[in-house]
């Protein structure tokens, strides 16, 4: 802050120590939430918004997006965030986030009953492949999602494809054996 008030910087400098401010914020919010205290968004997000109001274009916009859908998501302002998480799909189509975008899209979308809408962000997680950390868990929320919509075949779908996943490449089984072959099931 005495950077910002003190110094003709760049604008680069302006907008690197705005995100950073914005990104100080967050990790005390944080901090205060895993210390078991009362945290407050508010402050990373206010600082985030001046950023993106200061710095329209900036190529790492991104990223503040993404820290500010979370901010208000944490902050209880889901309907803020699912805003904020389609102004980053929209702006940034091929964001280096787009999983974890669509994954809290997903997230945000079952927390608000809109389960078709959840199942589709879940698939758009999907669609990564297998090496996608947030795989297993898109493809079990998918499987909640469709059962939320009753269309529980399509569930049960989603569920073995986790089974298969969790219970592939035992030791001694192949990974071709159905499932109702495994030891146990």
């Known amino acids: 802050q005495a950077f910002l008030a003190a110094a003709p910087a760049t604008p680069t400098q302006r ?7 914005g990104d100080r914020e967050m990790a005390l919010a944080d901090k205060r939430l895993a210390d078991g205290a009362v945290p407050d968004y ?3 997000i206010q600082r985030y918004q001046a950023y993106l109001a200061a710095n329209p274009r ?3 916009n991104d990223r503040v997006l993404y ?6 998501e944490q902050g209880g302002q889901l309907d803020a965030a699912t805003a904020t998480l389609d102004r980053l799909l929209q702006s940034h189509p091929d964001t280096r986030y787009r999983d974890e975008v669509e994954f809290r899209h997903g997230e945000l979308r079952f927390t608000a009953r809109q389960y078709a809408q959840a199942e589709a962000a879940y698939s758009q997680v999907l669609q990564a492949g297998a090496g996608n950390p947030l795989r297993d868990r898109a493809l079990y929320m998918q499987g909640w999602s469709r059962y939320k919509q009753g269309r529980l075949e399509d569930a049960l779908e989603s569920f073995f494809g986790v089974l298969e996943i969790k219970l592939s490449g035992q030791v001694g089984v192949a990974d071709d054996t159905p499932l109702a072959r495994l030891p146990g099931l």
């Open 15 to 21: 907008a690197e120590a705005m995100r950073r401010l």
């Open 42 to 44: 508010q402050a990373a």
């Open 58 to 60: 900036d190529a790492d």
């Open 67 to 72: 820290q500010l859908a979370r901010a208000q």
